[in-house]
């Protein structure tokens, strides 16, 4: 792979994210990784990310400068691009003059490998306050802006290269263009990781791990599930059964479907478990967040368990049990929740932070290294109805995280049944392309007085989140149409007894999360 190495900014994933739009399979990597490790891994280039440290502060997350040395292409960005500068001899300074945001940069000379034919002047994303004062031996200087003289540099014989700007976000004019330059002309590199490739590489893969035994597979009805299962069905077919739990906080219509059509279109044997019982028992009392989480997680692999136990029964064979369970869980919950790169553990996302330390089950997780719309691509490959594939995302704990404050059944009803209108009407108004979800959140332990009919009311407020994003690592509060929102508040108002107001959540991830909880 082409392996990102993190220094600790959020631009790690969205790198790899571009990296693969370029047609090059990416990972990530902490940068405390050593140069053993990194050789380790077979890199075929690297890309050192941005960070928010001073490279020359003591304590500045540093990379093992024998890495320097493994003849990998290396492309530094912002605080990679100040490392690369610094541990091959160049020179980092805090010069006073900092540089935030959208910024003129201009090329010296034609911009060799990396930009070159591009403009000479151009727009890039900057965001840094120290700078590269001067380039290491052998460095050529690419471009530079009106604060730095050295913007960008390259060493085509050590296929060296760095940006001090962000080509990986949208706002930098060339970005893209930057990364598959330094890819294909200078890691030499072909585009030739796709959906096909992963399907391939997978099923064999599943084949490998599971020979022929028995397989449960945990499906929500969201996307990733789904691929998830069809994936593995198409690996070893009969071999698998999906188990698709009802929980009690799945929303209105939602286990007809997976019952009906994900079925019909699939072919996949599917066991539907009824724990709504078990769950909200499990629930009552309970308004933490996290604490939340964990139950849920726990239950859903009890319940699995017991699938478990009952197809051996059932089977009356030599007593061998289902030993693997597929479960759809995606890079950026990995990520998340703090495996792999060393980063904060944010929430437990049910499928890996929260996880019985007891688990009985060996995980298949033939999605654990793609971006949701290497997901959905892989989905239509396999021929799940769009339907099903373009479904927004629908985080696995269900409602139990959209209601603050305890879960109980009355509080679920009140919930679906907002929630339903709000999905009704963006539906109607043709906007499901334009968001990337719209968690509808319930502030049940919140009360507001208003006035309905003649009467006065003292009821709860509904909150509408909807986002825009390209992989929910960020993500911006989407500017619905005010006729759409007046109509769902309208509705919901109306016809969900219990609701007397809908206000509209407007914060950006970070700082909000997408999820409330
Ligand atoms: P946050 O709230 O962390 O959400 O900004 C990012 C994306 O992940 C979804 N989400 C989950 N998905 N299990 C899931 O399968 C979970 O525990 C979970 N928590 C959040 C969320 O809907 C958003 O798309």
Known sequence: ?????????????????????????????????SAEEIAARNPVALILSGGPSSVYEDGAPQLDPAVFELGVPTLGICYGFQVMAQTLGGEVANTGLREYGAT???????????????????????????????????????????????????????????????????????????????????AGLPADWNSDNVIAEQVERIRAQVGDARVISALSGGVDSAVSTALVHKAIGDQLTAVFVDHGLLRKGEREQVEQDYVASTGVHLITVDAVDTFLGHLQGVTDPEEKRKIIGREFIRAFEKVQRELVAEAKSDGEKVRFLVQGTLYPDVVESGGGTGTANIKSHHNVGGLPDDLDFELIEPLRTLFKDEVRAIGRELGIPEAIVGRQPFPGPGLGIRIIGEVTRDRLEVLREADAIAREELTRAGLDGEIWQCPVVLLADVRSVGVQGDGRTYGHPIVLRPVSSEDAMTADWTRLPYDVLSKISNRITNEVREVNRVVL?????PPGTIEWE
């Not at 392996?3 to 902490?30: H, M, N, T």
């Not at 403009?119 to 004062?133: E, F, I, L, R, T």
């Open 505 to 509: 959540d407007v914060t950006s991830k």
């Open 104 to 186: 003129d940069a201009t090329l010296a000379g034609d911009g060799g490998t990396l930009l070159g034919g591009q403009p000479a002047d151009q727009n890039v994303w900057m965001s840094h306050g120290d700078q590269v004062a001067r380039a290491p031996e052998g460095f050529e200087v690419l471009a530079s802006t009106r604060a730095t003289g050295v913007a960008a540099f390259a060493d085509d014989e050590r296929r060296f290269y760095g940006v001090q700007w962000h080509p990986e976000v949208k706002h930098s004019d060339h970005g893209q263009q930057v990364i598959e330059n330094f890819l294909h002309k200078g």
């Open 1 to 33: 792979p082409a392996l990102v190495v993190d220094f600790g900014a959020q631009y790690a994933q969205l790198i790899a994210r571009r990296v693969r739009e370029a047609g090059v399979y990416s990972e990530i990597v902490p940068h405390t990784a």
